[in-house]
């Protein structure tokens, strides 16, 4: 399936404005070995858009008191220490945490829970943020959704069930991160099946808390909620079931209630919708750590390179 005019128009921007960065960001790869890896790590250099740094099998234990002083409080030993920090996952987030590389892009041969694992470990979480989640880019082919075509969706890839609380700070993070990537302003619509108390569920009640939360703790976001996803992305239907509201019609950072709405939501986008779906990109993080699908291929360890590199 071709990807949506919107795709490229996306990718491209990606690339103009990290040829406005004052320097290349240094892209570290812990499956160095991988075809479609080195084939991506090879486009990157050529295309003058990253430093890649290629990890190819066991390495050096030099970061291993990185790792030791972040998880001894959690009973790790030096001997755990020194022997996890030679794995390529670990290694190459260390060398995030440690200033060596600026982000990390890995999972192209290793599962999502290893790669999360080793970025909570090695890097750990931004300060004051309590909950790392996901966020997918999504291109549509009509261009009137979101900005020019592109929407934000979270969480679709780490936390399951958030409370109210959680959903707020996704909420705030997938704002942020769509601000990076995009240079747009976020709308963001807290998704439910109920509009403006149409309907009244313990479901519907955590996403009308996560508002709440939202608005005394970052007053300055544009958020409305909750909304059902027509009335988000549809002027008309948000004008009828939402009047007034400065997002519904116009949203373009979506937020599910749980992880299996927002992934099932971006899968039957993409799929069905004919949308091209980048991510899951990490959010939370001190420092930039990406995971791929298994199932990726080199053009999806390029764009997440960009994405991550603009993080």
Known sequence: MALPDSAAAFLDRQKVRIRR?????????????????????????????????LVDGMADDRYWRILYERRRAKGMTEIEARA?????LYYAALMVAAGDADGFVGGAANTTADTVRAALHCVGPAAGVKTVSSVMFMCAGDRSFGQDGVLAF??????????????????????GSY?????????????????????????????????????????????DGELQADAAL????????????????SANVL?????????????????????????????????????????????????????????
């Open 21 to 53: 960065l004052s320097k290349l960001k240094r892209i570290v790869f812990p499956e160095g070995s991988d075809p479609r890896v080195r084939s991506a790590a090879s486009r990157l250099s050529g295309d003058g858009l990253a430093t890649p740094i």
């Open 84 to 88: 996890l920090s030679r794995q390529p």
């Open 154 to 175: 979270a969480d679709c890839a780490i936390v399951a069930d958030p409370d109210a609380v959680q959903l707020a700070e996704i909420a705030m993070a997938t704002a």
């Open 179 to 223: 601000e990076a990537i995009t240079g747009g302003s976020a709308r963001v619509a807290m998704l439910s099946f109920s509009t403006k108390g149409s309907a009244e569920h313990p479901f519907v009640t955590k996403v009308q808390e996560a508002v709440r939360i939202l608005r005394e703790r970052a007053p300055g976001l544009m958020v």
């Open 234 to 249: 549809i002027a008309s239907v948000g004008a009828s079931k939402a009047a007034g509201s400065p997002v519904a019609g």
């Open 255 to 311: 937020i599910f209630p749980d992880l299996a709405s927002g992934n099932i939501g971006y899968k039957l986008v993409e799929r069905l919708g004919g949308a091209a779906a980048y991510g899951p990109f990490l959010q939370g993080l001190a420092k930039p750590v990406n995971d791929l699908s298994r199932g990726c291929s080199s053009d999806d360890v390029y764009s997440a390179a960009l994405v991550t590199a603009l993080q």
